[in-house]
């Protein structure tokens, strides 16, 4: 089984700055996609950034970039030139994609509450 | 815009009184599933579908039911509500088992 924490509970960033969610997770897959969702206050959880296990090469969407080390099992969220609309719970989150009982199932780490000031 | 769809947004009912929640989609994905969200937590899943073939978590109560009569739609059911079963219930979908999953709105439930 698969296990994905979030050590931050709360951060907070002055708009503009650019703030690091971390992530962990612990997994004996090998094929396996990590991914970041924001979940804005009463609002949809949306996918910010996805990573494949297999590339060596860091996603990258905009402003949002993640830190994959694997052999670290480690997976952190950048958020540059933070904005005001950023505000919300971010989720961390696994998926393996082969074969097996975890086949399909999201793991979810803990979340943290990420506030952008004015 | 494909999108997932959730209806009502918010559902109330009583102590024990079924209730129905939907879910439909424009994606024409394979995977259907079902979350519960607390307040401040992360999504537990429910079930899911793929295609016609169901699947439950093992600590899904079964007071919880689902059904999907085609592609586009999948309703959760509650058989009778309890108090701790007042939640947000999120539905998903994904093309494929291991593909990313896009969320619908949510629907929250308050349970008097």
């Known amino acids: 089984a698969q296990t994905v924490t979030q050590s931050q509970p709360e951060m907070s960033v002055q708009e503009a700055e650019t703030v690091t969610l971390s992530c962990t997770y612990d997994?004996?897959?090998?094929?396996?996609?990590l991914f970041w969702y924001k979940q804005p206050p009463s609002r949809q959880m949306i996918l910010v950034i996805r990573q494949e296990a297999y590339k060596q090469q860091n996603a990258t969407e905009n402003r949002f970039s993640v830190n994959f080390q694997k052999a670290a099992k480690s997976f952190s969220l950048k958020i540059s030139d933070s904005q005001l609309g950023d505000t919300a719970m971010y989720f961390c989150?696994?998926?393996?994609?082969?074969?097996?009982?975890?086949?399909?199932?999201?793991?979810f780490g803990q979340g943290t509450i990420l506030t952008v000031h004015p | 815009d494909a999108m997932v769809i959730q209806n009502p947004r918010y559902q109330v009912t009583q102590f024990g009184k079924p209730v129905t929640l939907s879910c439909s989609q424009t994606l024409n994905h394979n995977v259907m599933y079902w979350y519960q969200q607390k307040s401040s937590q992360a999504p537990k899943l429910l079930f899911h579908y793929y295609d016609k073939d169901f699947n439950n978590e093992a600590d899904t109560p079964d007071n919880f039911q689902s059904r999907r009569p085609n592609t586009s739609f999948c309703f959760l059911d509650i058989r009778s509500p309890g108090l701790g079963d007042a939640a947000m219930y999120l539905c998903a979908t994904s093309w494929d088992r291991g593909g990313e999953q896009y969320f619908g709105p949510g629907t929250r439930l308050t349970v008097t």
């Open positions: 997994t004996s897959e090998n094929n396996y996609y």
């Open positions: 989150a696994f998926l393996a994609n082969a074969g097996g009982t975890s086949y399909g199932k999201l793991t």
